[in-house]
């Protein structure tokens, strides 16, 4: 992909050839050190839908993925009386700073706002500054199994009528 290319943000479930990468990016990056399987995080993303949640958004360039961020009621149990949560925010290294996560976090925005939701919430261990860069807040401080991590919340703004 050159800087040229564009990358469009679809729905996951609109490209079911595509689950298994999103499974082996999730399933690598957090659940083998987690204790999850690959069968686990696999039965998340089947179940993303564009109507209700979980819903997974994956950014496309020359017609493979390249990155992918969902939208979920849960995803860290310190925490299970806060929801909705943006969570599997991924870019595949070699479209890294190219402002994908950014258009990622967009959309994962825009659909939370569609769905009804107020605000969101994330845990961080090391990308803070991209979602403060998004206008996310850190309010609080949790351990993970990665470690110490940043919870962060954004209060979406309200959709206007149709």
């Not at 310190?78 to 967009?106: D, E, Q």
């Amino acid at each position: 992909m050159t800087a040229e290319t564009p990358v469009t943000i679809d729905y996951l479930e609109g490209f079911p050839n595509f689950l298994s990468v999103c499974t082996s990016w999730a399933f690598g990056q957090w659940g083998c050190q987690s204790y999850g399987s690959y069968e686990q995080a696999r039965r998340e993303f089947e179940a993303a839908t564009s109507g209700s949640m979980p819903l997974t958004l994956i950014a496309i360039g020359n017609a493979v993925p390249v990155g992918m961020i969902t939208l979920a009621d849960r995803d860290f149990d310190g925490k299970s009386n806060l929801s909705p949560w943006l969570k599997s925010l991924y870019v595949h290294p070699f479209h890294r700073n190219k402002g994908i996560a950014a258009l990622l976090i967009k959309r994962l925005e825009q659909e939370a706002s569609r769905l009804g939701c107020k605000s969101l919430y994330l845990v961080t261990e090391d990308a803070r500054v991209l979602y403060e860069k998004s206008g996310w807040q850190a309010i609080d401080y949790v351990q993970t199994p990665f470690g110490a991590a940043d919870l962060m919340t954004k209060v979406l703004p309200e959709s206007p009528l149709d």
